[in-house]
């Protein structure tokens, strides 16, 4: 049997203003935006390219005897693109106050791309909510 994730929520206070980042600032794709019970909707985004989605959610209760997340509160949400300089260029020209390209060495974040699988940037949401962009290669059958 496949486990597959499919999809992430993240804590927002305004979903509005969630949806906005993540799809005109992000390049989100819009999915789903819908009222799926009286009061509950679920706003769904997927980053291009990937199978997993994001939902941002209002009114939703949360999980039986799980705590809710905070606004903000999410860390270490990552996506890997195939170059990371156009995607930080993008990222900027949008209007996403993103990190300069990092990499890990030996005292820690350094400025600059580093080597493969080494090269990084960081943002947040409006709300706080961390993500990580990773440089990866393309699959073998893409190069």
């Known amino acids: 049997m496949e486990w597959t994730l499919e999809v992430v929520t993240v804590p927002v206070a305004d979903v509005d203003r969630a949806k906005e980042f993540y799809a005109d600032k992000v390049g989100f794709k819009v999915d789903l935006d819908r009222e799926v019970a009286p009061g509950i909707r679920v706003v769904q985004l997927t980053p291009p390219g990937s199978r997993c989605s994001i939902a941002l959610l ?3 209760p949360g999980a039986p005897g799980q ?10 949400l990552q996506v890997c693109v195939t170059d990371i300089a156009a995607a930080h260029a993008q990222l900027v020209a949008r209007g996403v ?19 493969e699988w080494n090269s990084f940037m960081f943002f947040k949401d409006p709300d706080g909510n961390g ?3 990773q440089e990866a290669p393309a699959p073998l059958g893409d190069r």
């Open 58 to 60: 209002q009114g939703m």
């Open 67 to 76: 705590r809710p997340m905070e606004p903000g509160s999410l860390t270490g």
């Open 97 to 115: 106050d993103v990190s300069p390209v990092r990499h890990a060495g030996a005292g820690g974040w350094e400025e600059g791309p580093g080597g």
């Open 131 to 133: 993500w990580t962009v």
